[in-house]
C-alpha cells in the first residue's frame, strides 16, 4: 500500500531532511551520529545526512522549501552564535518551521501512530496554521551541538490520569536549541483552556518564548545551556 505524504494526499515520494542540507553544510559536522527509534536499540552511521521519506515531492521542493529559505537567516546567525532580533514575523516563521520538523521527526516510529492528527499537518501546509496547545522556546548551547529528538509525555486533567498527550520535539543546532511541545487533550477537556506548566527552572533567563509570538525578540538570553 502506498504511504500518503504527511501534510497532502499525494503518494510519499520523496525524503525530507532531519538536519536541512543548508545547515549540515553549515555546521560542517564530522563526527558519528546516533540513531535511535523507539525500542528498536541504536545505530551509528557516519553522516549527519539522515533522511525520512515521509512526504511529496510537491511539498517538500514547495512550501517546505519556501518556509526553509525564510529562515535561513536568523537560523544561520544563530547557530553560528551570532546574536540577532526576531521580529513577530520572524518568530513566527521560525515557529512554523520547528513545528514542520517536529511532524518529520514523529513520523519516523513505525512503531506508533503519528502524534500531530492529519488535520493538523494539513493546515500547516495550507494555512500556516500551528497546531493548537503548541509552545515553542529557543535557547543558546555553549559549544556547537547536533541532535534531534522527540518523546511522549501524558499529564493528569482534574485527577484523571493521561487526560492529556504531550510530544515534545528537542533540537540542538549548532548554538542554537529549540524545543516544540504540542498537547493533544481527551474530549471533555477540548473546550477548555488548559494549563501547560514547566518543571522548576531559571527559564525566563535561559529561554525565550517564540509562540506564541507577544513581542520582538533579541536571541540569545540570558543564561546558556552547557
Not at 494526499?9 to 553549515?26: R, T, Y
Not at 500531530?116 to 497546531?131: D, F, G, M, T
Not at 493528569?156 to 549548532?174: F, L, R, Y
Not at 471533555?188 to 531559571?202: E, H, K, L, S, T
Request: hydrophobic share 40%; aromatic share 8%; net charge neutral.
Amino acid at each position: 500500500m502506498t504511504r500518503q505524504c504527511l501534510f497532502c494526499p499525494n503518494p510519499v515520494d520523496s525524503a525530507e531532511h532531519i538536519g536541512s542540507d543548508w545547515i549540515l553544510e553549515d555546521l560542517k559536522q564530522s563526527v558519528d551520529i546516533k540513531i535511535t527509534i523507539g525500542k528498536s536499540g541504536s545505530i551509528w552511521i557516519d553522516s549527519p545526512e539522515v533522511l525520512i521519506k515521509c512526504v511529496c515531492k510537491t511539498c517538500n521542493n514547495g512550501w517546505m522549501s519556501e518556509l526553509e529559505n525564510a529562515n535561513k537567516f536568523p537560523i544561520h546567525a544563530m547557530i553560528n552564535n551570532e546574536p540577532c532580533g526576531l521580529t513577530k514575523r520572524d518568530q513566527n516563521k521560525l515557529a512554523r518551521w520547528a513545528v514542520m520538523k517536529a511532524m518529520v521527526l514523529d513520523s519516523c516510529n513505525p512503531a506508533r501512530r503519528p502524534f500531530y492528527v492529519e488535520a493538523e499537518r494539513e493546515n500547516l501546509k495550507s494555512s500556516s496554521i500551528v497546531p493548537a496547545r503548541t509552545l515553542v522556546w529557543i535557547g543558546q548551547f555553549s559549544a556547537k551541538g547536533f541532535h534531534f529528538g522527540g518523546t511522549d509525555i501524558w499529564g493528569e486533567i482534574e485527577k484523571i490520569a493521561k487526560a492529556s498527550h504531550g510530544c515534545v520535539t528537542s533540537m540542538d543546532i549548532g548554538h542554537l536549541v529549540m524545543q516544540v511541545l504540542s498537547v493533544h487533550v481527551i474530549s471533555q477537556f477540548a473546550q477548555q483552556n488548559v494549563n501547560i506548566g514547566c518543571r522548576m527552572g531559571d527559564w525566563r533567563n535561559s529561554l525565550l518564548d517564540i509562540f506564541p509570538v507577544t513581542d520582538s525578540l533579541r536571541w540569545p538570553p540570558n543564561v546558556t545551556f552547557t
